[in-house]
């Protein structure tokens, strides 16, 4: 099976600080994406990667970076944290688009508060 | 813009009963995959059933099947013999053959099943 895991459950930080968000895959997937999901609002798109040391944007990237420096991992980075992102953050993976479209494998997810 | 939308947010159902989920979506292509995701309370996101845009025959797993009406782009979900273990948040999406495998989401339906 598919494990995509993520650094934590539960994340407390203070407005102003820098905040890692970490994700690993087993499955030697190319292609990592991260997510912010909020009531209402189903999921958004920050950023995927489909390649070590490639991103994309997604979405919403204001206020995120990514860091993909080895093939199972893929960072979020909120710079400089603020209340509005506080939110659930789900970290999914995927095998290549071709020869076919698969499923994308989520983690667990981090609900993230900024004080 | 690509959309995906879930018009009923909540939607109960009694335990052994059907219920159907509905979703639509707004795209310019022939050719996409589009997804149901059940995320259970405080639990991963797992894929409940996937369909090829190409392909006429409804997808089915187990007591999950939809109906996938093309030209109407909706994407319905039907759940028979509901159980508890159904209730959760459902996300409808899609996805484009050359997006890197990015992913379209709805905002969700929360399903509750009634004992």
């Known amino acids: 099976d598919v494990k995509v895991t993520q650094s934590s459950r539960y994340l407390v930080k203070r407005t102003g600080e820098k905040v890692f968000l970490e994700c690993v895959q087993d499955m030697d997937h190319e292609n990592m994406f991260w997510y912010r999901q909020d009531p209402g609002l189903g999921l958004r798109l920050i950023y995927f990667s489909y390649d070590v040391k490639m991103k994309e944007k997604g979405d919403i990237p204001e206020g995120y970076s990514v860091s993909r420096e080895k093939k199972e991992r893929f960072s979020l980075i909120l710079e400089s944290a603020s209340t509005n992102q506080t939110s659930m953050y789900l970290c999914?993976?995927?095998?290549?688009?071709?020869?076919?479209?698969?499923?994308?494998?989520f983690g667990p997810g981090t609900r993230l508060t900024v004080l | 813009a690509q959309t995906v939308t879930q018009s009923q947010p909540e939607m109960s159902v009694q335990e052994a009963e059907t219920v159907t989920l509905s979703c639509t979506y707004d795209t310019s292509e022939s050719d996409y995959y589009l997804f149901w995701y059940k995320q259970p309370p405080s639990r991963q996101m797992i894929l409940v059933i996937r369909?090829?845009?190409?392909?006429?025959q409804n997808a089915t797993e187990n007591r999950f099947s939809v109906n996938f009406q093309k030209a109407a782009k909706s994407f319905s979900l039907k759940i028979s013999d509901s159980q508890l273990g159904d209730a959760a948040m459902y996300f409808c999406?899609?996805?484009?053959?050359?997006?890197?495998?990015?992913?379209?989401f709805g905002t969700g339906t929360s399903l509750t099943v009634i004992p």
């Open positions: 999914a993976s995927s095998p290549p688009l071709y020869p076919y479209t698969d499923t994308q494998y």
């Open positions: 999406a899609y996805s484009l053959p050359n997006t890197g495998n990015q992913f379209y």
């Open positions: 369909q090829e845009a190409y392909k006429q």
